[in-house]
């Protein structure tokens, strides 16, 4: 029965003078850097496909008269492109040239980077999106009247003596502030929910690879 790769690997170790060991020790290299590009070619193709998605938004908007929504959403995602750019542009320069255990480790600590700094702007990203799209419905023509106006309208009729702020009945707030609050609370949670849906199996993959050779310099 052939032996597996790990066993392998471990009997090259054990003996410094094998010469199984370096064939091992570049089949892990090449493993660890095929993984990383995937990702990184993946991480790119998101980042494109979001500049196209926010743009072709931005027309749909335009045409259903909900431009507000549409510049809000995009600025949104213009930023999260540019922020992520700046981290891919880092993770190419990580050297490839060292052994696969320091490339991951590197690569670990970039990604761990990559999510410390995405989760802060997922905290006002989500909420701001939300906003983006209330303001949209808000200001939109509905027969010549704004769809926000036409709300407070029949709200005023069916609670006349609702307070008023800022000519917006206070009632209507109320709801507004506890999404927003609650997306800006969860918006973290909600960043790692996406960081999984799209990159869930290429990070489990390279997590899987580190532990065995972390496993494998253990017995070393």
């Not at 010469?19 to 892990?28: C, G, Q, R």
């Not at 999106?129 to 303001?135: K, M, P, T």
């Not at 709801?175 to 960081?195: C, E, H, M, Q, R």
């Not at 390279?206 to 972390?214: A, R």
Request: net charge positive; with cysteine; aromatic share 18%.
């Amino acid at each position: 029965m052939e032996k597996s790769i790990e066993t392998i690997w471990k009997n090259g170790f054990l003996k410094e003078d094998s010469l199984v060991a370096p064939k091992v020790n570049n089949l892990y290299n090449q493993k660890s850097i095929h993984i990383i590009d995937k990702f990184k070619r993946m991480f790119k193709i998101n980042l494109i496909s979001i500049v196209f998605f926010s743009l072709g938004f931005l027309i749909v908007t335009y045409f259903l008269d909900l431009l507000i929504t549409g510049i809000m959403f995009s600025i949104i995602l213009m930023a999260l492109v540019f922020i992520n750019k700046k981290l891919l542009e880092n993770l190419y320069k990580l050297d490839k040239g060292a052994s696969c255990y320091e490339y991951l480790n590197k690569f670990n600590s970039w990604m761990s980077h990559q999510i410390n700094l995405n989760k802060k702007f997922a905290r006002y990203m989500y909420p701001m999106i939300f906003l983006s799209i209330v303001l949209g419905f808000w200001f939109h023509d509905a027969e010549g009247v704004y769809l926000g106006q036409r709300l407070v309208e029949e709200l005023s009729y069916l609670i006349p003596n609702a307070p008023i702020y800022y000519g917006v009945p206070i009632i209507l707030f109320l709801p507004f502030l506890a999404i927003f609050f609650l997306l800006y609370y969860f918006g973290g949670t909600i960043y790692k929910w996406d960081l999984n849906i799209v990159y869930g199996r290429v990070l489990k993959k390279l997590k899987t690879l580190l532990e065995e050779i972390e496993t494998i310099n253990t017995i070393k």
